[in-house]
């Protein structure tokens, strides 16, 4: 190990230390930090088994031990309020998001994690699940950041657009008696005969923002993602493959278009809303022998279809055989170890494909000023009683951010920042202003964005970290026990079958 290598936090923390005492020993140290599985440190020093590094924007010491070659997945669940909004940090480094919320708070985690976007930074991919605000409209101000690029975005085929003078999703078709959305979207150029045209577009949110996408010369491709007709056959996100060789895989599970003579569509749901979450983007991502179901807003009947396009049997079963039936075959698909809860934890879901994700730990993203008290209680009771092992968890984002102190609330910050904005814009934009105070200015609106930005970041995210065998879960403690213990940490090991396990 030499000064200026890269390593990275070994399983599960590590304390971090600062200058004080003797470097040989734990002995007269001050606790400056707990650090996380998978953190990236720098090397500055090295003494025996004693090794300095910079790890969350300190300097302090760390036992060698503590610090490991290989960089781990991450899956953060940051807290956007009511949405979703997950970041993944893959272990060959590359940065997906895979939704945004409705406000910001996604762009300031980002932001505060990748440098405040001082050089141009390029996101491999944006997986936008559905076309509601709570999930997509928090890209826009990616899209609109000028060192923000993005490989890839892709989202459901269904494009919120005006025909005929009306709000339509795409073209309609109905076969029996079921009626199917089809005219999917699939290309970049197929979007951009909807961006393009003013009356198509109209001032619907969503096309807006994908023609800001689209004119920002910024993203490379967007396109709709689709499980395969046949449910047989397997389709990843691309570059997520098997034969891509990334150390993880994502598949496409959803939406599952239906082929209607040549031409593929996705069946209404019963309402233009219920039909967006339910042909969610589903992605399962596995790696090791470790699995993940990020699910978007799927519903009740969309989880019904799932079911019974994965396994060919009804999702109505007439007996208890037939219900275990049913459940036994689509364990095979959707059953996993880490679930992120379908819709925000509402009563819209199918006590059927609970049983058959059965999973381990559960993440609900949902937010304080909504009108849907979300979670549901019944929901979460369903989710205990349907999920594996004699202690099953569940994790909210909502109550991971509980308490009152101002800096866990980016709009009270907010509010000061907008206070003392004027001010400092003034000096800013004043041409009688001295370079020095221009930059003092700047100084000071930078500090104001940095704690909102820290807020998001430590506050209420749901932190996932695995290497493919081992998993943990940590969240932020309301009130740190003390420097050495910020991280309330939960974790889950192979057991003698080599089946991930919670230990208590």
């Known amino acids: 190990m030499q000064v200026g290598d890269t390593r990275f936090i070994s399983y599960s923390s590590a304390v971090h230390y600062g200058e004080a005492g003797d470097q040989a020993s734990f002995k007269g140290k001050r606790a400056i930090n707990q650090l996380l599985w998978g953190d990236y440190a720098r090397v500055l020093e090295v003494d025996g088994s004693w090794v300095k590094v910079r790890a969350r924007g300190r300097n302090g010491w760390l036992r060698r031990e503590n610090l490991q070659e290989n960089r781990i997945l991450e899956v953060n669940f940051v807290d956007i309020g009511q949405g979703d909004g997950c970041h993944i940090q893959t272990p060959d480094d590359k940065a997906i998001v895979i939704d945004a919320g409705e406000g910001d708070n996604m762009y300031r985690f980002l932001r505060w994690r990748f440098g405040r976007f001082s050089h141009p930074f390029t996101f491999e991919s944006f997986v936008i699940s559905h076309p509601d605000s709570d999930h997509y409209y928090g890209f826009r101000p990616l899209f609109e950041e000028p060192n923000v690029r993005v490989d890839t975005v892709f989202h459901n085929g269904l494009v919120e657009q005006k025909q005929a003078g009306k709000k339509t999703l795409g073209d309609e078709v109905k076969i029996g008696r079921t009626r199917y959305i089809?005219?999917?979207?699939?290309?970049?150029?197929?979007?951009?005969?909807?961006?393009?045209?003013?009356?198509?577009?109209?001032?619907?949110?969503?096309?807006?923002?994908?023609?800001?996408?689209?004119?920002?010369?910024?993203?490379?491709?967007?396109?709709?993602?689709?499980?395969?007709?046949?449910?047989?056959?397997?389709?990843?996100?691309?570059?997520?493959?098997?034969?891509?060789?990334?150390?993880?895989?994502?598949?496409?599970?959803?939406?599952?278009?239906?082929?209607?003579?040549?031409?593929?569509?996705?069946?209404?749901?019963?309402?233009?809303?219920?039909?967006?979450?339910?042909?969610?983007?589903?992605?399962?991502?596995?790696?090791?022998?470790?699995?993940?179901?990020?699910?978007?807003?799927?519903?009740?009947?969309s989880q019904e279809y799932l079911l019974e396009h994965y396994t060919g049997l009804s999702a109505h079963p007439k007996s208890v055989d037939d219900e275990k039936l049913l459940v036994d075959e689509a364990r095979k698909t959707f059953e996993v170890d880490i679930a992120k809860a379908c819709h925000h934890g509402s009563a819209h879901v199918s006590p059927h494909f609970l049983m058959a994700t059965n999973p381990l730990a559960t993440v609900i993203s949902s937010g304080d000023a909504e009108p849907h008290s979300h979670p549901r209680p019944d929901t979460l009771g369903l989710i205990g009683k349907h999920s594996r092992g004699a202690r099953p968890l569940i994790f909210s984002t909502e109550l991971a951010r509980s308490g009152n102190e101002h800096i866990k609330h980016p709009n009270l910050v907010r509010r000061e920042l907008r206070a003392n904005m004027e001010a400092e814009l003034a000096i800013i934009n004043d041409a009688q202003s001295t370079d020095l105070q221009k930059s003092k200015a700047e100084e000071r609106l930078e500090k104001h964005l940095s704690v909102i930005q820290r807020s998001v970041a430590n506050y209420g995210m749901i932190n996932v970290l695995t290497d493919g065998t081992r998993l943990i879960v940590a969240q932020r403690l309301e009130q740190e026990r003390s420097k050495s213990k910020r991280w309330d940490i939960y974790h889950f090991e192979p057991d003698s079958h080599g089946r991930l396990t919670f230990v208590p």
Do not use: C
Request: net charge negative; hydrophobic share 35%; no cysteine.
């Open 182 to 301: 089809t005219g999917l979207v699939r290309t970049k150029d197929e979007l951009k005969a909807i961006t393009d045209d003013d009356e198509r577009r109209g001032s619907y949110w969503y096309p807006n923002m994908l023609k800001t996408a689209v004119d920002s010369g910024r993203v490379t491709d967007i396109r709709g993602a689709f499980a395969p007709t046949d449910w047989q056959a397997k389709a990843y996100l691309p570059g997520y493959a098997p034969a891509d060789n990334r150390g993880l895989t994502l598949q496409l599970l959803g939406p599952v278009p239906a082929d209607l003579a040549g031409e593929h569509g996705v069946p209404w749901l019963g309402s233009a809303g219920e039909t967006k979450n339910g042909h969610s983007v589903v992605l399962l991502l596995e790696i090791g022998g470790i699995k993940m179901l990020l699910g978007g807003d799927l519903n009740e009947p």
